[in-house]
């Protein structure tokens, strides 16, 4: 059986470049739509770099600040670089790069 971790890890590997999905909508993917701290939980402990974590973002698009080394520095840092519009250098501009590509998996 695929742990829940696995299953997250499985949605945000989904992500393209320059684009970016929110917590609630890989939960709500994963058939657990009360879970989004839980996939918050999943990116949180996650030390593979094949998994774009820095592609979700909250439910208002605003980055976290639980990135190393050095919090929303590096999430910014990250998104910018592929090519994703930041509103006050803290927020994803939603409306731009909001992915839809999510179904329900596994």
């Excluded at 657990?32 to 918050?40: D, E, F, L």
Aim: hydrophobic share 40%.
């Amino acid at each position: 059986m695929i742990s829940f971790f696995e299953k997250v890890y499985h949605v945000v590997r989904q992500i393209p470049c320059g684009y970016v999905t929110t917590y609630g909508a890989i939960a709500r993917a994963l058939d657990n739509p009360r879970s989004s701290r839980a996939v918050g939980y999943a990116l949180n402990a996650c030390r593979d770099p094949s998994v774009p974590c820095h592609r979700v973002v909250n439910r208002l698009g605003e980055l976290s600040s639980a990135f190393m080394p050095e919090g929303k520095y590096t999430h910014a840092r990250l998104l910018t670089q592929e090519g994703v519009a930041l509103i006050d250098g803290d927020r994803v501009d939603l409306t731009q790069h909001l992915w839809h590509g999510l179904i329900h998996c596994l």
